[in-house]
């Protein structure tokens, strides 16, 4: 018997027929001899509406207030599941966020969670009761209700799991898993049994669509095993785990790609110590993220650096570069927003050379032409051309033996290291 903390999402509770559904779930795994507590989002679309309807009175309504409209969608969703649970017989509570303490700051539309007292739950779990929590919200010092944060019901789940001591949090949504990559990109990608902490992270671009990348910092930081799940199939789902020291970890995980950065170069510029900082420093003075750099040696005494922001910046860096280049004397700056980055992620690379070979010759075999290149311990991103990216995602994933749970990976100097 365990106790299991289930996190139904929007698409999950979106109609009457839905949340009956989920209650026959939660009946299943209660039957099953668990112990379960739900949580749950507002029902698909209900939080936009809100928003829609809150922006066609002020063009920037209250934070406060927000906080207070936005915490009905989720107050909605409990009780009609508490009423499901209640016709079929189970003895079921509901509670918003503030009913089951969930103590957070005062930042209202992006609140942290600072504690959880959850007595509440402890008692309907003693009692053999099911517990079912609204996600998303909590309650400040002072009484006002908050909310975490789009997508926060995930939060809510891995925090109410970490706070119980739950044995798993299952995420369930309206997909099955983590996929290798996007299924849309590669029709061969497939399901992982199991991804850890460290590589859902770095897949964020892929994974934020699964679930709140808040919600997986947090379960690995409070050691909540996390399962990723589907609403509407039977399946395992994919486990979001720490490594496993006994077990050998798969090369590669999954590849991830972003096409949301641009690239921007700055040529000729004087080659001395500091060069990188007058460079960089208006750019971030003016709050924008730089993600690759590349900085080239020089012989003649001039230097070449390029950069990526996001693509929304792209504009605005250009402008603050123009000015500093011109300060600095360099040749050039120019940029380029047809870019995309690919990443290759995987803890298993920690423990072997030769990974950003057999990338490259997986590229190179396609004709792609690699533009920069950035590794971490278990990351190699480059960024290419966008119109190669589904040739690119498609070659190493096969490459990387992704497409078949058979496939043998041929790794150059696998053994080196
Ligand atoms: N209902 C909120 C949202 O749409 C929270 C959630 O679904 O997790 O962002
Ligand atoms: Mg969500």
Known sequence: MALIVQKYGGTSVGTPERIQNVAEKIIRTKDAGHDVVAVVSAMSGETNRLIELAKSLHPNPPARLMDLLLATGEQVTVSLLGIALDNRGYDTRCYTGAQVRILTDSAHGKARIQEIDAKVVTEDLKHGRISVVAGFQ???????????????????????????????????????????????????????????????????????????????????????????????????????????????????????????????????????????????????????????????????????FTFTVHRNEYERTLEILQKACSDLGAREVFGDTKIVKLSLVGVGMRSHAGVATTMFKALANEGINIQMISTSEIKISVVIDEKYLELGVRALHSAFGLDDEDAQVQVEGRDAG
Not at 184 to 208: D, N, P, Q, W, Y
Not at 257 to 279: C, Q, S, Y
């Open 138 to 304: 909590g309650v400040d010092a002072v009484g006002a209700i908050t909310t975490l944060g789009r997508g926060g019901s995930d939060t809510t789940a891995v925090a109410l799991a970490a706070a119980l001591k739950a044995d798993e949090c299952q995420i369930y949504t309206d997909v099955d898993g983590v996929y290798t990559t996007d299924p849309r990109v590669v029709s061969k990608a497939r399901r992982l049994e199991r991804i850890t902490f460290e590589e859902m992270l770095e897949m964020a671009s892929l994974g934020s669509k699964i679930l709140q990348i808040r919600a997986v910092e947090f379960a690995g930081k409070f050691h909540v095993p996390l399962r990723v799940l589907s609403t509407f199939e039977e399946g395992p789902g994919t486990l979001i785990t720490f490594e496993d020291e006994t077990m050998e970890e798969p090369l590669i995980s999954g590849i991830a790609f972003n096409r949301d950065e641009a690239k921007l170069t700055v040529i000729g510029v004087p080659d001395r110590p500091g060069i990188a900082g007058a460079i960089l420093g208006p750019v971030s003075d003016a709050n924008i993220e730089v993600d690759m750099i590349v900085q080239n040696i020089s012989q003649s005494g001039l230097t070449d």
